[in-house]
């Protein structure tokens, strides 16, 4: 019978063991660094997404509002509305603000909504104050953006 030869025993690591493990780290590193980076600039795309969405609402109501003639703001069992009247079609329209979303739909009386245009989804509040000629919004996303706008209206006109 031989007799084994006489071996060391290894205790640690060899350099290849660690410069392997050490790339290893560093690539999972420069990897997670470039994923949360990712989602920082989702987050400001989102954030601009956000505030053109709001702005561009804001845009086509006081479009509409050449048009139309506001009437009322009310807050009823469906949600806050604004009224206006449209004399080319000789209907009532609303602005309906319901469930976290600003919609667009005509207005049949006695709280009756009619169709409806999404405006704005995503809401978390909204709010608006007529004072004078003037129908000053302020909402808050979901994210909790704050945004104001302010509305000139046009002289109210009889229906005809």
Known sequence: MEKPINMKLKKGFTLV??????CIFATVLFLSGLY???LQSYKKRINQWDFCT???????IEYYNYNEFF????EGPKGKAIHFYDPEERREVAYLYERGFLKRCGYEGKNQYRGYEPLIYHLQDLSWQKKGYELQFKGTLEGGQSYDYTIILCPQKEKS
């Open 36 to 38: 949360f980076q990712s």
């Open 71 to 74: 009437e009322e703001c009310v």
């Open 54 to 60: 709001w702005y561009s609402a804001m845009r086509q």
């Open 17 to 22: 063991e660690t410069l392997v493990s050490l």
